[in-house]
C-alpha cells in the first residue's frame, strides 16, 4: 500500500505549500510582537487630540507592521485555499493507487508536512470531534490561523473527545496561553489538519475572534 509520504508531483506542492503557510505564520507574528510592544493593535489611533503622532508609540514601525499584516493575512487565506485543494487532489490520487472507495480515511497532514504514524500497515482509528467552531471573524488570530466556520475540532491542544469535559477547558488554555502557539487538528469536510493559533487581544473582544461550541 502507498502511504501519503510517497513521491508524487501533488505531493511535493503540498509541502512546499505547508512550508510557505509557516513561513507567513512566522512574519505575522513578528509584525504583532511590534504592536505589542507598542502597546497597539490594528485600529487604534497613532495620533493624540491635536493630530501629532503619539510620542509613546513608533509610528513607521506600527504603520508598517499593520499593513503588511494585512497583505500576509491576505495571502495565509489563499496559500490555505491551495493547501486544501492539493490534499484534494492527494487523496484522489492515492484512491486510484491503493484502490480504496470514497470512504477511505483522508490523509492528515500536520503543520511540519508529516503523515500520521501507521500501525500494522492501517490508520489508526478515526478521531471523534468534540466541538466545532462557529463564526470567524476576519483579521482574528483564528482567521490568521485558517480556521473556518463549521470546522470540527478534534484536537485543541491537549484537549480531545477523550479528556473534554466542558467549555471552561478550553477558556482556560487560552487564557494561559497568550502570545502561544496552540496546535489544534480540524476536520473540514473529507480533509483533516493541523493548524496554528495563537491567543492574543485584538481590536475586539476575545483572544481567538471565533466562537467555539461543544457538539
Request: net charge negative.
Amino acid at each position: 500500500m502507498v502511504g501519503y509520504n510517497a513521491d508524487g508531483p501533488a505531493r511535493d506542492r503540498v509541502m512546499r505549500l505547508m512550508d510557505d503557510k509557516e513561513r507567513i505564520e512566522r512574519e505575522i507574528a513578528e509584525c504583532n510582537a511590534v504592536l505589542e510592544t507598542n502597546n497597539v493593535g490594528m485600529s487604534e489611533p497613532l495620533v493624540d487630540g491635536q493630530g501629532f503622532p503619539r510620542a509613546d508609540v513608533d509610528v513607521y514601525r506600527v504603520r508598517q507592521a499593520r499593513h503588511r499584516i494585512i497583505c500576509l493575512q491576505n495571502d495565509h487565506k489563499e496559500i490555505m485555499r491551495k493547501i486544501e485543494s492539493g490534499l484534494a487532489e492527494v487523496h484522489s490520487h492515492l484512491i486510484g493507487v491503493n484502490g480504496e472507495g470514497p470512504s477511505a480515511p483522508p490523509p492528515v497532514v500536520n503543520g511540519n508536512g508529516h503523515a500520521p504514524s501507521m500501525s500494522n500497515g492501517h490508520r489508526h482509528e478515526v478521531e471523534r470531534p468534540f466541538a466545532t467552531v462557529g463564526m470567524v471573524h476576519d483579521g482574528s488570530p483564528a482567521d490568521i490561523a485558517g480556521l473556518k466556520t463549521d470546522d470540527e475540532i478534534l484536537q485543541f491542544g491537549s484537549i480531545n473527545h477523550a479528556n473534554f469535559a466542558d467549555m471552561n477547558q478550553v477558556n482556560e488554555l487560552v487564557s494561559h496561553s497568550i502570545g502561544q502557539r496552540i496546535n489544534v487538528k480540524i476536520r473540514r469536510q473529507e480533509h483533516v489538519m493541523n493548524v496554528t493559533v495563537i491567543p492574543r487581544p485584538w481590536q475586539q473582544p476575545g483572544l481567538l475572534g471565533c466562537q467555539i461550541r461543544r457538539l
